[in-house]
Structure formats: C-alpha cells, structure tokens
C-alpha cells in the first residue's frame, strides 16, 4: 500500500509539473475571426484603415508576410506594393494585380518564392468581396494612395464562397475582431492619450506619432516611458500607470508589435 | 506453454465480452438514431448543439476521448509485442518468453472492457452533445462504420482466444490467432483513423461539403501518416504502460525470484517503448509534411502560429523522455558484470542529451521583460534566437537520437567481449560512422540557415536518412562483431535500486502526457473549424483555449488515466501473484 502511494504521489508531481510547463509559456485564447461590417460610404482611406485590421486579423496575412521588414518571411514583403503593383504584370493596374493576388495568389509567384498562399475569399480565411477591397485599399495605402472604394468592380468578385455580410447603411464601422485600435482600449491608453486628434490629455495626443517618432522610438517610449521624455509631461506617470496595470505581464509580443506599427502609422494630418 | 487460467478468469471473460458488445449495440442504436434523426426529426435538426453540465461539452468530450485514444493505444499496442515476444519463445524454445508475453497479455483483458466502455461513453456524448457534425459525419462515413463494428467483434473474438488459448492450442495456431489480432486491431484504427483525420484534411467532397468519393474521403492527405504515427506512437505507448507494470510489481515484490522476473519485465517493456521511440520523429515529419502539402495555412497555424509555444512543451516532454531511457539504461549497466568499463562515457552522453535537450526547447521568440527585450533588439536574442529554428532543433533531435542509441549500444555491449579477429578494426569502422553522421547532420543543420526554406525544409530528409542508416549499419556491425561474444559475467537481473523504476513510471506518465497534447493540438489546430474549410464550430467553445488550459486538462485527463491503469494493475496482478516468481527461477 505504501509503494502505491508513492507511486501515486510521483504520478501526481510529474503531471503538476508538466501543467507548470504549459503555464509557463505565452497564454493566448484565439477567437474565431468575425466579419466586419462596411458602411456604403467609406472614403477610400477609410476603407484602407479597415483593411489594415483585416491584413492583422481575419486575413491572417501576417502570419506570413511581412511589412516593412528587412527580410522577408514565408511570403514576400508588402511594404511598397503600393507601387510596385503596378508594375508587376503587363496589362495589370495595381488594382487588378491585388485583387489577383487575394483571389487567384498563384497566378503570378514572385521570383524566389514558392506557391502555396490559399485563396483569401475561400475557407478557412474566407473573407467576403467587400473586405477583399478593404484590403486592397490598405495595401495601395502601402507605398501608394489608395482608390478603391467598396463600389469598385472585380473581376473575380462573386466567387466568394461565404457572403456572410452585406454592405451595411451608415453609421460606423466595427472591427469586431478586435484590431490595433482595440488594444488601446483594452490597455487603456486612450484614458491619456488622444489617437484621433491633436490636443493634450494626461498625456500628449498620438494622432501624429509616426511622423514624430521611428517605430524604435515608439517601442522604447511604451517599454520605458521614462528614457525620454515629452517636454511640458510630467516623468513617472505613464511607467507607474503602465506598471499598476500589469501592462508589461499582459502584453503579448504580437500585440506589441501591432501597437507600434499602429502608431507608426499615424502621421497627423499629411 | 503454461495453462495459467483461473475461474475467476473466466467471470471476468464475461464481463470482458459484454461490455464490448454493449457498446456495440449502443453506437448501433446512436447510428440508425442519428440517421433516422437526419432524414426525418425537424425538432432534431434544429438542435446543433447541447450543453454538458458544469466543465461544457467540449472539455467533457476530449476528456472521453482522449481516454479512450490511451486505452485504445494500449490495447492495440500490447498484443502487437506480445505476439513478437512470443515468437522469440517460441523459436527459441525459452519459457520465460511465452510467461512474459502471457503476461503482457493478462494486461488486456481488463484494458479492453475499459477501452469499450469509454469508446461508448464516447459515442454517446458526441451524438448528444454535437449532433449537427455527428449527423455530418455519419453521412460521409456511414458505410465504414459496418466494417468497423465486425473488427470490433472480431477483435473481442481474437482477443480472448488469444488469452484464454493460452497453453491450448498448438502454438503455431496460437501465433497465427495473435497474428489475426494484430491485423484487425490494426483495422480498427485505420478506420477510425479515417474519421479524425477527414476532420483535418477533408477530401473526396464537393465544394458544399456533399460526399463525392468515399475512398479518398478515407484516403485523404494525412489518413496513413497518421496510421503509421498513431501504430509506432501506440507501440512506445504500450510498452512504457507495460514497463511500469513491471515497475509497479517489483517495487511490490517480497522475494529476489520476483524481483528478477519483474525487473526483467520492465526492461524488455521500456526497451520496446524507446526502440518505437526513436522513428517516431521522423513519422511526424511525414505527418507535419502532408498537412503543409494540404494547406500551408493549416500547416503555419500548427508549427509558426497559433500552436508554436505548444512545440517547446512538446520539446521539454520528448527531451525528458530521451533522458528517463538514457537514465535507466545507465542505471541498468550497474547491474551487469562487465559494464564498468563503460561508466565513463556515460558523462559525455549526458552532456550531448542536456545540450540537445537544450537546443530542442529553445523558442525563436523569447518572454522578455521590458529591459530584456530592449537590450536585444527585439523578441528574438542575438545568440539562442538562431537555435530557435527548425535548422538547429531537428539537428539536436538527430544527435539525441543518436546518443540514446550509443547508450543501447553501450548496454548491450555491457558483459560482452568480443571474440572476432577484426574487433578493433569493426569498432573503428563504428566510431568512424558514428563521427561522419554527427558531422554531417550537423554540416545540414548549419547550411540550413543559407538556403531558402522550401531548400531547408527538404535537408530534414538527409539528417534522418543518416541517423536512420548509421543506426542500422552499426548494429548489424555489433551484430557479427559480438557473435559467440566472451561472456564477462551474468546479468544480476533484480539488483536495481528503485529510482531505476521510478524512472520507468516517469517514462510512462510522460508519454501519457505527451499523447494527450499531441492529441490536444491534433484536434485544435482545426481552430474554429470542426471539419477544416467544410463545417464551422459556431458553438460557444469555438475558441481555441490558452495552452495552460490544455495542460490542466491534459493533467486531469492522465490522473484519470492512471487510476484507472492503478485498477487494472492490481487486478491483474491478483492472477499472477503465485506464479511469476517460481517460474522465473524454474526457467531461468
């Protein structure tokens, strides 16, 4: 009976540390991505700003591709495509070739990588006809300005397999997968911080950060807020708030980096 | 052969086949149900899914099924050792063969009644609780489910012929029975192989998700490397199970004829578990590779995305493993004259399984804190970031590969002198593939990082090819080199310390542990998706819980596991209490 027991407890201590194990890695729910509702009348820039949370959320783009790295991952790099997507196939306007590269990607592969992106507007990724120009808006937006608008024509817009939306009447847009706008929330950093406009909370407005600060800048001013400091802002506040709120604990590296791009890319009002 | 039955036996035999045929006679009625309800039950129809009290139903049903996976690799994995076991005996007319593969078998009389019983626990919570997939998958698969339930039956047959034949029938017609065994037992779960990975890699159906062809609906991307993976995985399985069996009854026993007989028991059960141990890895690269030909979405989600923290969990699990068989085979050498001669390598071993252990468990992105992460630049360090990539950890995974099979090798050498002329020149010959294979895996890893990954990927090929070949070359060299070997001395079987057999039970607790996350992250990689591209999980559990999640319910799901293996040990061990022990010291 004593060996049992022992046997038993052993059994019990190699598990707990096991479960300690899968406590001590990084812990993240994954929520099934939702669709997102367009108003009929997005400016193409607003149209664009969608389709960045798409390209971060929905589209899973960025799980392969990258933005302005200086190595390419699986897939090639999107910073530029902008411009460079009109030139990429005779015959093709930028718009033609995005919206090739969402619904047919192997149609063309860019030298020196290897086929195997899947179809945007299939499953799993499955994003609608809308979104799809949502996305091509913000990739013009890359290295380019965008100019599609949701009442622009695809040549291939209908195959969709899952039309789960339609175009809904004005009134707002909801990024109800949650994109960089909705870590500010979550993290309360818009209690101080202004992202939309310029004028001084607690803190000063970010709505012109990127044009101040590069995307180190940025990092350093969110993990040390203290290194350097906005002139007229009092030091400490925002490290002591950030830290009372487990801020650092919390924070993901993905959601980090989703946060400093966001940043990056608000330039004011140019 | 011995004729070990008992009346008890025979009681048990009854209980053993009627559960089994109460599960068959359950899923039959939950099949016509489900169909009936699909044809005909709108009130049915609209039900999609319920809601198990308490833990909800998906924590309910993966804790079923992922104990009745364990149970099932068990009990297909035992009789598929046995019968090799047998084999030996009987070719070599030594009985302690027959009494140990007997006794293996004595393990799955019980184990089986237990592997029905939760396959129609199973069964019954998935048509309750998920009825709109199970009437899905009912349609696609309705017709394999015919020839499932005749294997089953047939299994039951086989099984307890096979057990209670023992000792009566001539033993040739007794090896063909458990030869009939493991062939249906290998149908049963290419069939319900089918089921799960059709799940995960759908094919043979329409863009609606409608059957087109049912045999590639069976036959789709990942249907045979999961057969090949779950057959060698089930074998490691089972044998770590046994292993412990035999662990458990030599701490339990009263007398050296037992502990002989049992610490021999043990050995032979983990030697079977690690000897399945070492493909293994390259069974999931074939898995790994058909999931990323079927969708490298599919494929990015399990290995770069979602997943890929679970991987360092799987790395610290399968690096404990290599270092539990190194351990106790280490250990093991002190109990055979001889061996002392080695105790000096074993230092060096350790060192190349700690710093592979280390390389393997090392993430690309690292946890950081602010300053940390500041002062490298990022999530990725300077220096360990680079080993954080497949070229560097399927590099260690070789090397690990490779230095637990020198410490096999070390073992067997252990009380053997060889006798040959060309003995040095054949142990040269061994060094010398041994160093060209660690080099050359190595020169793969380090290349690994100039090439373009569709070129990298590829290079995992040739590091297994080696490591595959230089094992299997060394040991037929090891063969002729120790044929008619000077024997030094007598193995002291029994003369273990039992830390030896603690060992043993880590093995097999880490392997449970190791089943159910790879089983966690078989079904969750599908994400939102209970059939992948084909039917979404709009339940409120279509999430994919955080990993510590999974481990608490990975870790309830093995304590479970092993009270029940705790209630099947010892009523096995009811049976063969009188007997092990005379007949090791009759037949020894």
């Known amino acids: ?270 | 052969m011995a004729n070990c039955e008992l009346p008890a036996e025979r009681r048990r035999a009854c209980l053993g086949f009627g559960l089994p045929l109460a599960f068959l006679l359950l899923a039959a009625s939950l099949v016509l149900a489900a169909n009936g309800a699909q044809e005909g039950g709108a009130v049915t129809k609209a039900v999609e899914y319920r809601h198990f009290p308490v833990i909800g139903s998906r924590v309910a049903v993966w804790i079923i099924a992922q104990l009745h996976l364990m149970f099932g690799a068990f009990v297909l994995a035992v009789p598929m050792f046995a019968l090799i076991i047998e084999f030996i005996g009987y070719k070599t007319g030594d009985k302690r063969y027959d009494q140990l593969a007997y006794e293996f078998t004595r393990l799955l009389s019980v184990s089986f009644s237990f592997t029905a019983s939760l396959g129609a626990l199973l069964t019954f919570m998935l048509f309750i609780l998920y009825p709109k997939v199970m009437n899905y998958l009912t349609q696609i698969f309705s017709w394999t489910f015919f020839p499932y339930v005749l294997l089953f039956f047939l299994e039951a047959v086989f099984l307890y012929s096979y057990y209670y034949g023992w000792g009566k029938f001539h033993p040739v017609t007794h090896l063909l029975i458990g030869l009939a065994l493991n062939l249906v037992g290998i149908g049963i779960i290419f069939i319900a192989d089918a089921w799960l990975t059709f799940m995960n890699t759908p094919r043979g159906i329409d863009q609606a998700g409608h059957l087109v062809n049912l045999w590639e609906a069976i036959n789709n991307y990942i249907w045979m490397p999961i057969n090949i993976h779950r057959l060698i995985a089930n074998i490691s399985f089972g044998g770590s199970i046994a292993a412990a069996y035999g662990a458990y009854r030599f701490l339990a026993s009263s007398t050296p004829e037992e502990r002989a007989h049992y610490d021999w028991m043990g050995y032979v059960g983990n030697f079977i578990a690690i000897s399945a141990l070492l493909p293994l890895p390259f069974a999931g690269y074939w898995l790994g590779t058909e999931i990323y030909a079927y969708s490298q979405t599919l494929g990015v989600v399990l290995m770069g995305g979602t997943f890929s923290w679970l991987f360092i969990i799987q790395a610290v699990l399968i690096g404990n493993l290599f270092l539990a068989a190194n351990y106790y085979l280490w250990v093991s050498m002190q109990r055979i004259e001889g061996a002392e001669r080695y105790y000096r390598f074993i230092k060096y071993l350790l060192a190349s399984i700690t710093l592979c252990f280390l390389v393997w468990a090392t993430p690309h992105s690292l946890v950081a804190t602010v300053q940390e992460a500041r002062a490298m630049g990022g999530q990725h360090h300077p220096i360990l970031g680079v080993l954080g990539v497949m070229s560097a950890k399927n590099t260690a995974v070789n090397i690990l590969i490779l230095t637990t099979y020198i410490s096999f090798l070390l073992y067997r050498r252990g009380n053997k002198e060889p006798t040959v002329s060309w003995a040095r020149t054949g142990n040269l010959i061994q060094f010398a593939i041994f160093a060209f294979a660690v080099v050359f895996v190595i020169f793969l890893g380090v290349y690994g990082y100039f090439v373009e990954a569709k070129v990298r990927i590829r290079l995992s090929v040739p590091q297994v090819l080696t490591v595959l070949l230089t094992m299997i070359v060394v040991t037929l060299i090891d063969v002729f080199m120790f044929k008619n070997a000077r024997i030094k001395g007598p193995i002291r079987w029994g003369e273990m310390p039992a830390r030896s057999q603690y060992a043993l039970f880590f093995i097999a607790i880490t392997f449970a542990w190791t089943m159910g996350l790879m089983g966690y992250v078989r079904s969750g990689m599908r994400q939102h998706w209970h059939v992948y591209n084909v039917m979404k999980d709009t339940s409120p559990d279509a999430y994919t819980p955080t990993l510590g999640f999974a481990a608490n319910v990975i870790t309830i799901t093995v304590l479970i596991f092993f009270s029940f293996i705790a209630v099947i040990f010892w009523l096995t061990g009811l049976t063969s209490k009188k007997s092990s022990g005379a007949k090791w010291e009759a037949s020894a």
Not at chain 1, 7 to 21: G, H
Not at chain 1, 125 to 134: F, M, S, W, Y
Not at chain 1, 199 to 228: F, N, Q, W
Not at chain 1, 239 to 246: E, Q, R
Request: hydrophobic content about 35%; proline content about 9%.
């Open chain 1, 1 to 270: 009976m004593r060996t049992t027991i022992k046997i038993f407890l052993f059994t019990v201590a190699v598990s707990l540390f096991y479960t300690y194990v899968g406590h001590m890695v990084p812990q993240k729910e994954f929520h099934p991505p939702m669709t997102i509702e367009l108003r009929a009348d997005l400016t193409p820039a607003e149209l664009a700003e969608i389709g960045r949370q798409i390209v971060a959320g929905k589209g899973t783009c960025l799980t392969c591709h990258t933005i302005g790295a200086d190595k390419p991952g699986r897939f090639p790099d999107l910073g530029g495509i902008g411009a460079r997507a009109a030139h990429r196939k005779p015959g093709y306007s930028d718009v033609d070739y995005l919206a090739e590269s969402l619904y047919r990607p192997n149609a063309y592969i860019v030298p020196g990588f290897a086929p195997g992106m899947p179809q945007v507007n299939k499953p799993p990724i499955g994003l609608t006809d809308q979104e799809i120009l949502a996305v091509i808006a913000y990739l013009q937006s890359l290295g380019g300005t965008p100019t599609v608008t949701l009442k622009t024509k695809l040549k291939w817009a209908g195959e969709t397999a899952t039309q789960e939306t339609a175009p809904a009447p004005a009134g707002g847009t909801e990024g109800a997968g949650g994109g960089p706008q909705a870590l500010f929330t979550k993290y309360l950093c818009t209690t101080c911080h202004k992202l939309d406009a310029p004028g001084k909370l607690v803190g000063p407005s970010l709505y012109d950060v990127g044009s101040r600060l590069s995307k180190g800048e940025i990092y350093e001013a969110i993990m040390d807020p203290d290194a350097t400091v906005a002139p007229g802002f009092p030091p400490g506040i925002m490290s002591a708030t950030l830290k009372a709120n487990k801020f650092y604990q919390k924070v993901t590296p993905a959601e980090l980096k989703a946060m400093v791009d966001y940043l990056a890319s608000l330039k004011g009002d140019k």
